[in-house]
T-cell receptor, first 116, second 116 residues
Framework: AQKITQTQPGMFVQEKEAVTLDCTYD???????LFWYKQPSSGEMIFLIY??????QNATEGRYSLNFQKARKSANLVISASQLGDSAMYFC?????????????FGSGTRLSIRP | GAVVSQHPSRVICKSGTSVKIECRSL??????MFWYRQFPKQSLMLMAT?????????EQGVEKDKFLINHASLTLSTLTVTSAHPEDSSFYIC????????????FGPGTRLTVT
């Protein structure tokens, strides 16, 4: 069965510093996808970045990059030059690429707080 | 980008009544929609997957007679919470995806249900 683990319930970071949010996963599938979502206090889920299991390069989207270490089954999110607006809940998620239902399961989340 | 709307954004209902939540894909056809439930300070839990024109597939532990899901068209899915009780109070979020193997799911803004 799939499982996503986020071991950091909360983190405090100084503005402009880089921050790494940890995510490990467990799956027996060879093909899968990994996501990071941001959820501000308004509740909307904001897609940040995606990494396919066969992608050889780490995904990057602006200030976001995904440190994908397949052998260790980790998919950490790195936010460079953090901003006050980055304060939110962050969820790591996984999808089986060839599931007909294409379900996404979520980790427990990390609450990131940026200090001015 | 693709937009998914939910209506209402907030609803308060009395215990024992039923409440319907709508999820619409505004600018694309959603062959599959997903319904999630999120308790305060917790992660998103998948409740069910609905495909247009067919019965929804419910996750283990989710009562299908309690949470009625209808996906009558390629742009609309509804979740009806029947005979609501205070423990049904939660944040309900839908997501939608197009057909094929696209990994992208688009999330609605969520509906906060309070049962008094």
């Amino acid at each position: 069965a799939q499982k996503i683990t986020q071991t950091q319930p909360g983190m405090f970071v100084q503005e402009k510093e880089a921050v790494t949010l940890d995510c490990t996963y467990d799956t027996s599938d060879q093909s899968y996808g990994l996501f990071w979502y941001k959820q501000p206090s308004s509740g909307e889920m904001i897609f940040l970045i995606y990494q396919g299991s066969y992608d050889e390069q780490n995904a990057t989207e602006g200030r976001y990059s995904l440190n994908f270490q397949k052998a260790r089954k980790s998919a950490n999110l790195v936010i460079s030059a953090s901003q006050l607006g980055d304060s939110a809940m962050y969820f790591c998620a996984m999808r089986e690429a060839y599931s007909s239902a294409s379900k996404i399961i979520f980790g427990s989340g990390t609450r990131l707080s940026i200090r001015p | 980008g693709a937009v998914v709307s939910q209506h209402p954004s907030r609803v308060i209902c009395k215990s024992g009544t039923s409440v319907k939540i709508e999820c619409r894909s505004l600018d694309f056809q959603a062959t599959t929609m997903f319904w999630y439930r999120q308790f305060p300070k917790q992660s998103l839990m998948l409740m069910a997957t609905s495909n247009e024109g067919s019965k929804a597939t419910y996750e283990q532990g989710v009562e299908k007679d309690k949470f009625l899901i209808n996906h009558a068209s390629l742009t609309l899915s509804t979740l009806t919470v029947t005979s609501a009780h205070p423990e049904d109070s939660s944040f309900y979020i839908c997501s939608a995806k197009t057909g094929g193997d696209s990994y992208e799911q688009y999330f609605g803004p969520g509906t906060r249900l309070t049962v008094t």
